[in-house]
């Protein structure tokens, strides 16, 4: 988590990518298939996903906040409380965007869950037009794309089982919870670095899904061991050990070839979700998915230094 993040990851001047470096190629493989990881083993975890969310927000933070106060200590007692605002406002973003897509993989495959909420980049993209950024034809061509390939998802999927519908509603509500999470957070990395703004915001992260468990009174401990490694396991790998070696990458490796690297995390979780959980997604689900990843591709590539499109570093 060392080095600050960029303050537009996933976007480079004209769309140009260079060949990153072989040892970059081999911490990105690493890398995405710890966060590949990520769908397979909420769905495989049987404590209530709001707990999950939680646990991985609060543990994150509670594990990286030692090493912040060690080494980061005078830039904590600098914050001004602009950025204070930025960190904590981005958090509760966050804990909104897991109190949502989590709860998602009880209702819906992790192929379609995982698919919608890759849909970031085009959330982000309208965001970023509303406040009055300049979007590129390439990123509207790229946004219908992945729209239309979110309809035929979700169309799929509620013929296959009308309780679809509710998993992949939340998983697009989560994708721009995301969104709006990268916008407020780009905004705190231009002057905090990225170790201080993740903890902060981990933090905060824990907020929303904490006070959702208490709302229903759903439980926050007395879960099996197997679980509480599975938890660990998530924190640890995809949510830690997956972003902060992207993270490192991103100091030399293009953020265009980084966030397109990122994608591959879609057919990565259907196929661990398929050998491990036995998840086999309908055939239809294929096309669908491959018309919102050609989309959000175009998004990514179309040069713009305006629109976000990082992916969320949990």
Known sequence: ??????????????????????????????????????????????????AIAFWRCFLGSALTAP???????????????????????????????????????????????????????????????????????????????ALVGVLVLTGVDVAVDPEHLVGDALALVGAMLSAAYVTVAESARRTVSTPTVTTG???????????????????????????????????????????TLVTKVLATTSATVVSLAILLEMPGATVIAALALGQIPPWGVLPAAALILLGIVLVIRSGSRTVPSETSPI
Do not use: K, N
């Open 67 to 145: 090493w912040v106060l060690l080494r980061r200590r005078t830039e904590v007692g600098r914050l001004t409380r602009r950025e204070v605002w930025l960190i904590v406002a981005s958090g509760l973003l966050l804990g909104a965007h897991f109190a949502t897509w989590i709860p998602s993989l009880r209702f819906t495959s992790v192929a379609s869950s995982t698919a919608l909420v890759a849909t970031q980049p085009v959330w982000a993209a309208l965001i970023a037009r509303a406040r009055g950024a300049t979007i590129p034809p390439q990123a509207w061509i790229g946004i219908g794309i």
């Open 201 to 243: 915001l981990y933090a905060a992260a824990a907020v929303p899904p904490l006070i959702l468990l208490l709302a229903l009174g759903q439980p926050l401990v007395g879960f099996s061991v197997q679980d509480w490694v599975l938890i660990a396991l998530l924190t640890l790998g995809a949510q830690l050990l997956g972003h």
């Open 1 to 50: 988590m060392a080095g600050a993040a960029r303050s537009t990851p996933g976007f480079e001047a004209g769309g140009l990518m260079s060949r990153p470096p072989a040892g970059d190629l081999l911490l990105l493989g690493i890398a995405i298939v710890f966060i590949s990881s990520s769908g397979p083993i909420i769905a495989a975890i049987a404590a209530p996903a709001l």
